[in-house]
């Protein structure tokens, strides 16, 4: 059985970093590409920033690009986002999921598995 548990989420102020961490088990994790996602409330869940099976390849989103860092350690069975310089509109449920493939894709019906997601807050 796949799980993917988050952890790290939390209230922090504007400007301020945080680190989630997302860890596997029950798959071969060197073999999954890794996203992250996150849904604000009512809004639709959207792609955050996405790390390749091996972590060769990263790719963000232009609202976090160089603000926020994805990177994996696949002896850990364990990704992570890194996130620096927050602002209060980063505020959402953040998730990781993953897919079996090599690519990072942005559309997230194409991730099979899911973790229950961490609540970030940023406050203003």
């Known amino acids: 059985q796949v799980q993917l548990v988050e952890s790290g989420g939390g209230l922090v102020q504007s400007g301020g970093s945080l680190r989630l961490s997302c860890a596997g088990s029950g798959l071969t994790f060197s073999d999954y590409t890794m996203g992250w996602f996150r849904q604000a409330p009512g809004k639709e869940r959207e792609f955050v920033g996405g790390?390749?099976?091996?972590?060769?390849?990263?790719k963000y989103a232009e609202s976090v690009k160089g603000r926020f860092t994805i990177s994996r350690d696949n002896a850990k069975n364990t990704v992570f986002l890194q996130m620096n310089s927050l602002k209060p509109e980063d505020t959402a449920i953040y998730y990781c999921?993953?897919?079996?493939?090599?690519?990072?894709?942005?559309?997230?019906?194409?991730?099979?598995?899911w973790g229950q997601g961490t609540q970030v807050t940023v406050s203003s």
């Open positions: 999921a993953g897919r079996y493939s090599p690519a990072i894709f942005t559309n997230s019906q194409l991730y099979a598995y």
């Open positions: 790390v390749s099976n091996r972590g060769g390849t990263t």
